[in-house]
Protein backbone atom coordinates (compact mmCIF):
# COMPACT_ATOMS: atom_id res chain seq x y z
CA UNK A 1 0.00 0.00 0.00
CA UNK A 2 1.49 3.51 -1.10
CA UNK A 3 2.38 5.69 1.74
CA UNK A 4 -0.73 8.78 1.97
CA UNK A 5 0.56 12.42 1.64
CA UNK A 6 0.33 13.82 5.46
CA UNK A 7 -1.73 17.66 4.98
CA UNK A 8 -1.83 19.77 8.06
CA UNK A 9 -4.61 21.93 8.39
CA UNK A 10 -4.37 25.22 10.79
CA UNK A 11 -7.67 27.53 11.72
CA UNK A 12 -5.74 30.61 13.56
CA UNK A 13 -7.78 32.55 16.25
CA UNK A 14 -5.75 35.44 18.35
CA UNK A 15 -6.37 32.94 21.34
CA UNK A 16 -5.41 29.71 19.46
CA UNK A 17 -4.74 27.13 16.89
CA UNK A 18 -7.00 24.31 16.02
CA UNK A 19 -5.12 22.00 14.42
CA UNK A 20 -5.98 18.73 12.05
CA UNK A 21 -4.06 15.87 10.50
CA UNK A 22 -5.23 14.48 7.42
CA UNK A 23 -5.86 11.56 6.76
CA UNK A 24 -4.53 10.81 10.28
CA UNK A 25 -7.68 12.77 11.83
CA UNK A 26 -5.45 14.03 14.76
CA UNK A 27 -7.30 16.93 16.27
CA UNK A 28 -5.98 19.13 19.04
CA UNK A 29 -5.18 23.11 19.73
CA UNK A 30 -2.86 24.82 21.40
CA UNK A 31 -2.55 28.64 22.34
CA UNK A 32 -1.99 30.76 19.83
CA UNK A 33 1.94 31.94 21.91
CA UNK A 34 5.15 30.85 21.60
CA UNK A 35 5.01 28.24 23.87
CA UNK A 36 1.82 26.60 22.22
CA UNK A 37 3.49 27.37 18.66
CA UNK A 38 6.91 25.20 20.48
CA UNK A 39 4.20 22.58 21.39
CA UNK A 40 2.96 22.42 17.92
CA UNK A 41 5.99 22.07 16.00
CA UNK A 42 7.02 19.29 18.13
CA UNK A 43 3.62 17.40 17.54
CA UNK A 44 4.10 18.40 13.79
CA UNK A 45 7.58 17.36 12.79
CA UNK A 46 7.85 13.65 13.65
CA UNK A 47 4.58 13.23 11.06
CA UNK A 48 6.69 14.64 8.08
CA UNK A 49 3.71 16.36 6.35
CA UNK A 50 4.02 17.19 2.90
CA UNK A 51 2.27 20.65 3.92
CA UNK A 52 1.03 22.96 6.61
CA UNK A 53 -1.23 25.15 5.81
CA UNK A 54 -2.62 27.99 7.57
CA UNK A 55 -5.13 30.91 6.54
CA UNK A 56 -4.01 34.12 6.32
CA UNK A 57 -5.61 35.87 9.11
CA UNK A 58 -4.59 39.72 9.70
CA UNK A 59 -1.02 38.76 11.15
CA UNK A 60 -2.32 36.45 13.61
CA UNK A 61 -0.34 33.47 11.77
CA UNK A 62 2.79 35.02 11.24
CA UNK A 63 4.23 33.98 14.70
CA UNK A 64 3.67 30.52 13.65
CA UNK A 65 4.65 30.63 10.12
CA UNK A 66 8.05 31.83 10.88
CA UNK A 67 8.52 29.39 13.84
CA UNK A 68 7.37 26.66 11.16
CA UNK A 69 9.89 27.81 8.48
CA UNK A 70 12.73 27.86 10.87
CA UNK A 71 11.79 24.55 11.92
CA UNK A 72 11.88 23.22 8.75
CA UNK A 73 8.21 22.45 8.12
CA UNK A 74 6.76 22.91 4.87
CA UNK A 75 4.35 25.96 5.26
CA UNK A 76 1.52 27.30 2.38
CA UNK A 77 -0.17 30.36 3.90
CA UNK A 78 -3.45 30.66 2.03
CA UNK A 79 -6.21 32.73 1.10
CA UNK A 80 -9.03 32.95 2.91
CA UNK A 81 -11.29 33.49 0.45
CA UNK A 82 -9.51 30.30 -1.74
CA UNK A 83 -10.47 27.82 0.77
CA UNK A 84 -14.28 29.21 1.50
CA UNK A 85 -14.90 28.92 -1.89
CA UNK A 86 -13.35 25.23 -1.96
CA UNK A 87 -15.99 24.48 0.96
CA UNK A 88 -18.73 25.87 -0.21
CA UNK A 89 -18.18 24.02 -3.40
CA UNK A 90 -18.17 20.53 -1.24
CA UNK A 91 -21.63 21.85 0.10
CA UNK A 92 -20.44 22.51 3.78
CA UNK A 93 -21.82 25.75 4.99
CA UNK A 94 -21.43 24.80 8.98
CA UNK A 95 -18.76 27.13 10.00
CA UNK A 96 -16.36 26.06 13.28
CA UNK A 97 -13.10 26.32 13.82
CA UNK A 98 -12.09 23.20 14.01
CA UNK A 99 -14.17 22.36 11.14
CA UNK A 100 -11.90 24.93 9.04
CA UNK A 101 -9.16 23.10 10.35
CA UNK A 102 -10.30 19.81 9.00
CA UNK A 103 -11.45 21.98 5.42
CA UNK A 104 -7.79 23.40 5.25
CA UNK A 105 -6.38 20.35 5.16
CA UNK A 106 -8.81 19.19 2.98
CA UNK A 107 -7.71 21.80 0.60
CA UNK A 108 -4.29 21.16 0.74
CA UNK A 109 -4.59 17.32 -0.23
CA UNK A 110 -6.86 18.07 -3.20
CA UNK A 111 -5.49 21.67 -4.65
CA UNK A 112 -1.78 20.74 -3.59
CA UNK A 113 -0.78 24.55 -3.20
CA UNK A 114 2.53 26.06 -3.87
CA UNK A 115 4.83 25.96 -0.50
CA UNK A 116 5.73 29.52 0.56
CA UNK A 117 9.18 31.11 0.41
CA UNK A 118 9.42 33.66 3.26
CA UNK A 119 10.96 36.84 3.00
CA UNK A 120 14.29 37.43 5.17
CA UNK A 121 13.05 39.05 8.52
CA UNK A 122 14.43 42.47 7.82
CA UNK A 123 12.61 42.41 4.54
CA UNK A 124 9.95 41.43 6.15
CA UNK A 125 9.86 44.09 9.09
CA UNK A 126 10.56 46.86 5.80
CA UNK A 127 7.25 45.64 4.54
CA UNK A 128 5.22 45.73 7.92
CA UNK A 129 6.63 49.63 8.17
CA UNK A 130 5.37 50.24 4.43
CA UNK A 131 2.18 48.69 5.20
CA UNK A 132 1.66 50.98 8.21
CA UNK A 133 2.87 54.03 6.27
CA UNK A 134 0.56 53.33 3.65
CA UNK A 135 -2.59 52.71 6.16
CA UNK A 136 -1.39 56.46 7.89
CA UNK A 137 -1.78 57.77 4.67
Known amino acids: MEPQEINVGIDTSSKQLDIYVRPTGQLFSVTNNKEGIKDAIKQLQPLKPERVLIES ?23 PSQI ?6 AGRLVKTDKLDAIDIAHFGQAMKPRLQVL ?11 LTVRSQCL
Do not use: H, Q, W, Y
Not at 84 to 89: A, E, L, P, T
Not at 119 to 129: G, V, W
Open 57 to 79: TGRLELEFVCAADKAGLPIVVCN
Open 84 to 89: RSFVKS
Open 119 to 129: KPEKLREISDL
